[in-house]
């Protein structure tokens, strides 16, 4: 029996497959562990995905508020283009204030909070 977290091998074997069309290097003359690596990082993902699958299934059978939580913190979403859009403008406001041109972007400001947050 293997461990729940070890992938089946038709994983490994796509994973090697994936490695070698997307040109990563293996040459083990050098010392160069590319291959092993691009392989190992994504077994460590599955596995991880696997254990998040896995207490996500046991905070089902409690609280679903624990199960969002669970979620976004081992799996953060990356910020949406509108939130940096909104910090890419905060950046140009005190940057501007800095050398001295005052710069409100009031209008930007509104226009991007009234963009969905897809």
């Given amino acids: ?16 497959h994936d490695a070698n069309l997307s040109g990563v290097p293996y040459d083990d003359e050098t010392g160069h562990w590319e291959y092993e690596q691009y392989i190992a990082a ?4 599955w596995g991880a995905d696997q254990e998040l ?3 996500c299934a046991l905070l089902e059978l409690s609280d679903n508020n624990a199960r969002d939580f669970l979620q ?11 939130e ?4 890419d403008l905060e950046i140009l406001i005190a940057d501007l204030a ?9 209008n930007i400001r509104r ?7 897809d």
């Fill in 98 to 106: 800095n050398h001295g041109m005052g710069f409100k972007a009031t």
């Fill in 1 to 16: 029996m293997t461990h729940p977290v070890t992938p089946p091998p038709e994983l490994v074997q796509e994973w090697g």
């Fill in 42 to 45: 994504r077994a460590a993902q």
């Fill in 72 to 82: 976004s913190t081992r799996r953060p979403k990356s910020s949406s283009l509108k």
């Fill in 53 to 55: 699958e896995a207490c």
């Fill in 111 to 117: 226009a991007l909070e009234a963009l969905p947050d």
């Fill in 84 to 87: 940096q859009a909104l910090e």
